[in-house]
């Protein structure tokens, strides 16, 4: 991966991370898009896309409720694809090791989301008295310079996520053993375990939900057997 | 967004379609300031100021600045539906009702415009298209395929709850309230509840069985596993959330591949 590859898609993860929250929240920042631009971006949409599809099971469990404090999954989705889309030569331990670096990127993203925040109301402390007398230059700089300061947070955390985990991924990969097939099949088993425990605590409530689900398992199940 | 936003309410104050757009555009950032004191409030005054131009004096005069002012205290609520507060305080402002009387409807919009909008977009809508894209993955979808049917499906619900938030906002002002107990967002997330619930079963082999590739001989083997490791987590669930779980179990299974 070279500097300018690392610089691009420290951009995408800028604009990715951006639309967690600030702008336009489209969820374009959802793992199962994000992870399939940062590969397509690298020529390998196909690779991207797996590895946002199964980021996407433990993403289902994280809603971006408020206040709460959220796993950023548009910035870190680019570093998993990328690590996925750069390890590919050494399969057995490319899913599993992309995956374990993109949740511990989200998870420092959403203490980066926190930091913002932060300096976010210490801006607005400091123009308190702007604010309160009406200023539009000020109301829209307050605006203007949360937007930038979060753009500028997904870039600076993609860029490091890249530097940090990039060559730290090929000496864990370099020492791998076992088979990509159970390596796959122990993260894919992880995602949906998480998947299915949110699928209840969203909708446990539901009037009928044990009905519904079980009729989606048993027809997934069915269209398993015979596709 | 139809020509029937550029409209004159009873007091006869006309927002242009311009100026609605501003506003919609500017809805689109409006938690680019959020904070752990005034939550969306500078956001608020953001997307409002557009339309408060229009006030007697412009933008230096000084109901302008009473009004922006007033505007950019703090606020919360979910920010899709943010678009009923901006819409209907901007009509607020224009049509001249008394400051005292535009605050306390601005703090009494916060709670229902926050629990509708939880309930309706984030517990069930966004979590519906999630699975929908997942299943369209299982089946075999390519990558444009997945993201286009996950942006599209979502994106058309996220817009249009935005563009019907500043239309009715503005259509109603104060009265904005009779909108939100509109029947369909009452019973709408319950609604989409079921189909998520149905989807997220029929996504989860399929999604798996493309994840694992060709070692489908392990499917079974993975299945009882989420199956144990589901069950554990819902046992769990507000205890601990299953990703920091995950980060855990994959810590330990990357440590004995290598390690052993």
Known sequence: ??????????????????????????????????????????????????????????AVETLPFGASRYPEWGSSS???AALYVGASSAPPGALATSVLATLLVAWIGGWTMVQLRKLNAHWARQRHDAVARGSRRVVVGLQLAGLTADLLRGAVLTGAGLFALHPLQQIVIGTWTGRAELSRAVVAATAAAVTLGA????????????????????????????? | MSASLSS?????????????????????????????????????????EPALRRLPGGPEGEPYRAALARQSQYFNAHPYLTAVAVGALARAELDGEAP?????????????????????????????????????????????????VFLVLYNAGHLALRVWGLRIGLRDGLGVARALGHPALKHMPMRLGRLAAALAGAALPLALQRVIGPGRVLLGGVLVAVIVGGLLLSRLHGRVEGWKLAILALTGFVLYATLR
């Open chain 1, 1 to 58: 991966m070279s500097l300018a590859d690392i610089l691009v898609l420290a951009l995408l993860g800028g604009v990715l991370g951006l639309d967690t929250v600030s702008f336009p929240q489209a969820m374009l920042s959802r793992p199962i898009v994000a992870g399939t631009l940062a590969g397509a971006f690298l020529g390998a949409a196909p690779m991207g896309l797996l590895l946002g599809a199964t980021l996407e099971l433990f």
């Open chain 1, 78 to 80: 680019v570093v998993g």
């Open chain 1, 199 to 227: 699928a209840y605590k969203l909708f446990h409530a539901v009037p009928g939900f044990h009905w519904q689900f079980t009729l989606g398992i048993a027809a997934g199940l069915a269209a398993v057997v015979i596709l």
């Open chain 2, 8 to 48: 004159a309410t009873p007091s006869g104050a006309v927002v242009p379609l311009g100026t609605q757009l501003a506003m919609f555009v500017r809805l689109l950032a409006v938690q680019g300031a959020w904070n752990y004191e005034t939550l969306l409030g500078n956001g608020i005054g953001f997307c409002v």
């Open chain 2, 100 to 148: 005292a009387r535009i605050e306390r409807f601005r703090t009494a919009l916060c709670g229902p415009l926050g629990a509708v909008g939880d309930r309706l977009v984030w517990a069930s809508f966004l979590p519906l298209c999630s699975f929908t894209a997942l299943l369209v993955f299982g089946l075999g979808g390519s990558a444009l395929t997945v993201i286009l």
